[in-house]
């Protein structure tokens, strides 16, 4: 595939599209959302922060896989408290089922991760008399320094570090690496986030998304006002899966990070330390775009001068 039709398969990648919903959300909640395009709300609270975040499942999802929904709904929660550098509280869930029957599956995979990632689920809201199968999810937590999608600055490094130790979860472009690693390894890569956050190696960050690799980058340079360089080819990537895929791909541990060039080794090796894929995929530059360039060519994806994304800018 020419990097012209990768960008025209990105471009035109549903999960990218789909955070357009956000701009009408930030559109009618105003200066009452402040922050509203990051991975949680925050909160200040003394000298640290308390985190916020909530998910919620399209329903397709949760009826076809409903065990992996629920293990999915403490994972990507606590992920979205990792991007911003925070240690996870506790979780609370709402679901709809079509009866008690309808609720075990999503449940018993909410338990089981929360087993996993050593989380506590402290209460929520059920309903076992509805039409489909729903589910929202939401976490709270604590961070001592934030990293934020408002705080990528031009001249920072873009670094992509990505958990390649896993396999696609049918039917969805859903990449999970956690299902088979043992707990300790688990807690200990989520912890990696807060560890680079207070180590000063990085302030800027973003978990990656249903919208893929590179609609992650437009809403995170969107959010800091920045535009992005990426070259594709230097993405961390499993083998015999095909870049396009890839790139649209939803990674169970996936995060985008800015760092100078000073820290970007330091903070590389913190990931490699643990077997981590992760790697420079390019930089944070004073444009206002998101471009793909592999060095012979180079494609625009979104110019943010033009058209909003989430409408979330800083």
């Not at 890569?189 to 960050?205: M, T």
Request: net charge negative; proline share 4%.
């Amino acid at each position: 595939m020419s990097l012209h039709e990768l960008a025209g398969e990105l471009r035109a990648h549903a999960g990218l599209a789909a955070k357009r919903d956000v701009a009408a959300v930030s559109a009618l909640l105003g200066a009452q959302a402040p922050g509203l395009g990051d991975d949680c709300a925050a909160i200040p609270d003394g000298e640290d922060h308390l985190l916020f975040a909530i998910e919620g499942f399209i329903a397709q999802f949760v009826e076809a896989d409903p065990w992996f929904a629920g293990w999915c709904g403490v994972m990507v929660n606590l992920s979205d408290i990792a991007a911003m550098g925070g240690r996870a509280i506790a979780v609370a869930d709402a679901i709809w089922a079509k009866g008690e029957k309808g609720a075990e599956s999503v449940l018993a995979g909410m338990a089981a991760a929360a087993r996993a990632y050593g989380v506590q689920v402290a209460g929520g809201h059920s309903n076992f008399r509805s039409a489909q199968g729903q589910l929202a999810v939401s976490v709270m937590g604590r961070a001592k320094k934030l990293l934020s999608s408002f705080a990528a600055k031009p001249g920072e490094l873009l670094i992509a570090a990505i958990d390649l130790r896993g396999a696609y979860r049918p039917v969805f472009d859903n990449f999970q690496a956690a299902l088979d690693a043992p707990p300790e390894r688990l807690r200990g890569d989520l912890e990696l986030l807060p560890e680079i956050a207070e180590a000063g190696l990085s302030g800027a960050a973003k978990d990656i998304s249903q919208a893929g690799l590179v609609g992650t980058a437009a809403m995170f340079a969107e959010c800091s006002g920045v535009g992005m360089r990426i070259n594709p080819h230097l993405v961390p990537r499993p083998e015999g899966v095909t870049l396009a895929r890839w790139l649209k791909s939803f990674p169970s541990y996936g995060y985008l990070l800015t760092a100078t060039p000073e820290d970007a080794p330091a903070l590389l090796a913190r990931f490699a330390g643990r077997g981590i894929g992760a790697a420079v995929i390019g930089a944070v530059e004073a444009h206002q775009k998101i471009l793909l360039d592999d060095g012979a060519s180079c494609e625009e994806i979104w110019d943010f001068a033009a058209q909003a994304l989430m409408g979330c800018a800083a």
